[in-house]
């Protein structure tokens, strides 16, 4: 059987099938054939196209010639409808020559437009995203500029991010600019970093959310730009130097630098320069810290699990520091919760231990007992607030999980004198599984369940007066979702059942939301934490053909800067894990 026949048993049995559907209004039968018509009308237009029937224009770009129809490239792209149908001379020509767009891009959006589909490689990608843009083929231009997001690593970011520029794409250039700040210690050791323009090098050097640890750094990429081709490059260095902020570079160093580099030494006015005190220090150096992973489920293989019994300490690019046995205890830890208080982290409750809780010493990496709680609970949340301790909500005995969940309404704060609990006002709603964050002087506790059904309510403590309030409610009914606090803003990330695909934004000052930068991996039953301005989720759980599957996936969003990006990997894929921010040890 020859491939024609093939095809045409397949659309005769998509026909039959397609026939079923079919349904009878009155005297008259409704033919459905929307399933099978759009494929055999494109296969037909290629046809014709191949056969040069009814072709009315020929474009032509770097001596390459494409033979098309009018009516389709119009009804492909805007810039050709605008071409095909007003007053420009284009419309009547046979042949177009379309400059400034590459040969082979455009054959790409020619057949794109006569089979619905292109295939964009590493290799043809920043070709085919100019000539897209260019030609307003909106599904290619947004086909590339996935592409190029989900590869962003320390060797493409700064080609990227130029290119997003040039194409105007704010979406990609910010998230592109947000990769290259966040590795730049990755990216100023590639050939494409001294490969840079001189202006697109200042740009970069020059922000405040460069994640250069120490300033020195940033003065010896410049000076190894600049010995690249001292030649050509000499006369940029002083107007480079002044993206340096001296005041935080240490005088020693300076000092002998100052002596062994010549080149450096001979700046005119560089005197000057290092003694101008005025320029603030860049954010990652104002904050340094590593984050804090444990407890959790995590995948065996072969659809099994089993309880993560370490402890991870990663750096803020997710590298693996360390790693740690829990103590007994804490091994099946799962419906524990905990927060950072004085540089140690402590921990509460569980499914296992119910009223335990623990004190991490993180200088010394040791852990202490510290008095029970008054209330068995998990599946409950922790917080801070004015430096005191508090635990909120949960479940208080799991053998009743699946009969008659019992919630806990009973609010503690930790008494470090007495090392005891002591009751504050209640709940107004007892919930479990809930996000949990302080902000201006207050705790603010997000959605939960009851009986395995998400909530929409927010709660509110005000340690002054002891009372709790309702805030506006959430959109839509969440739990387990994660709230971390920046800036006088809370947060929302992650979740468990709910739709929530992006950061939403909780503003106390107006009471209200605001929707912001979408993920880019699963991140149901994930961890959240603040590191600076910028969020860490963790981990996650999602579903594959009914089983569930861990993430170790790791997603950053910038606050700052509205971003999402991935960094490092976990070392294991986790899920309803913990994760905490301690200062850098």
């Known amino acids: 059987m020859d491939n024609s026949q093939s095809v045409d048993n397949e659309q005769t049995a998509e026909v039959s099938k397609t026939l079923d559907d079919n349904e009878t209004v009155g005297k008259k039968m409704v033919y459905d054939y929307s399933k099978i018509y759009p494929a055999w009308f494109l296969e037909r237009l290629q046809d014709w196209r191949s056969e040069g029937h009814l072709v009315d224009v020929t474009l032509c770009a770097e001596g390459k010639e494409i033979p098309c129809h009018r009516l389709v490239l119009s009804a492909c792209s805007d810039y050709f409808h605008a071409m095909f149908s007003g007053a420009h001379n284009e419309s009547k020509k046979a042949k177009i020559e379309i400059g400034g767009v590459d040969g082979e891009a455009l054959q790409l959006l020619v057949d794109f437009a006569y089979t619905s589909k292109v295939c964009i490689t590493t290799d043809n990608v920043q ?27 320390p060797e493409t970011c700064l080609v990227t991010w130029a290119l997003a ?24 050791t590639t050939e494409e970093f001294l490969e840079l323009p001189v202006n697109f090098l200042k740009t970069y050097i020059s922000k405040d959310d460069l994640h250069a640890e120490k300033e020195e750094r940033v003065l010896e990429v410049i000076l190894l730009w600049v010995g690249h081709d001292l030649e050509e490059r000499q006369g940029y260095l002083k107007e480079l130097l002044e993206c340096v902020r001296f005041s935080h570079v240490d005088q020693h160093y300076l000092k002998n630098i100052m002596k062994t580099d010549k080149v450096l030494g001979a700046v005119s006015g560089i005197q000057e320069l290092i003694q101008d005190q005025t320029v603030q220090e860049r954010c990652c150096q104002i904050f340094q810290g590593e984050i804090l992973i444990f407890g959790g489920v995590k995948d065996k293989g072969e659809d099994m699990m089993e309880m993560n019994c370490n402890m991870y300490r990663l750096d803020l690019h997710g590298n693996l520091v360390h790693s740690t046995p829990l103590p007994e205890p804490l091994h099946d830890s799962t419906g524990t919760a905990a927060c950072v208080v004085k540089n140690d982290v402590i921990v509460t409750g569980g499914r296992k231990s119910p009223s335990q809780a623990w004190r991490y010493r993180s200088s010394l990496n040791s852990w202490m007992k510290l008095g029970s709680l008054r209330r068995r609970r998990y599946d409950h949340g922790m917080a801070v607030l004015q430096g005191k301790v508090y635990v909120v909500g949960g479940i208080r005995d799991h053998r009743q999980q699946f009969f008659n969940q019992s919630h806990v309404e009973v609010t503690e704060v930790y008494n470090e004198l007495t090392d005891s609990w002591d009751k504050v006002a209640p709940l107004l709603q007892a919930v479990s599984c809930f996000g949990i964050s302080t902000c201006c002087e207050k705790i603010y506790v997000f959605g939960g369940q009851i009986s395995y059904r998400g909530r929409t309510e927010v709660q509110c403590y005000n340690p002054t007066l002891n009372v709790w309030t309702f805030a506006t409610p959430l959109p839509n009914l969440m739990q387990s979702i994660n709230a971390c606090t920046f800036n006088s803003r809370i947060y929302l990330v992650g979740g468990k059942s709910v739709n929530l695909d992006h950061v939403l934004c909780y503003d106390p000052q107006e009471d209200c939301y605001l929707q912001m930068a979408d993920s880019i991996a699963p991140w149901e039953l994930s961890s959240a934490t603040v590191c600076g301005s910028e969020i860490y989720i963790t981990g996650g759980m999602y579903e594959d053909e009914g089983c569930s599957i861990g993430s170790c996936k790791v997603q950053c969003y910038n606050v700052k800067s509205d971003t999402m990006i991935r960094v490092k990997d976990l070392p294991i894929p986790l899920w309803e894990h913990i994760s905490v921010t301690i200062p850098k040890l």
């Open 165 to 188: 520029d040039k194409v105007s794409c704010t979406y990609l250039s910010a998230i592109a600019r947000s990769f290259a700040l966040k590795f730049f210690e990755y990216v100023c």
């Open 127 to 153: 070709p085919l995203y100019e000539a897209a843009n260019m030609l307003q083929v909106g599904r290619v231009e947004e086909g590339c500029e996935n592409f190029l997001a989900a590869r962003l690593d």
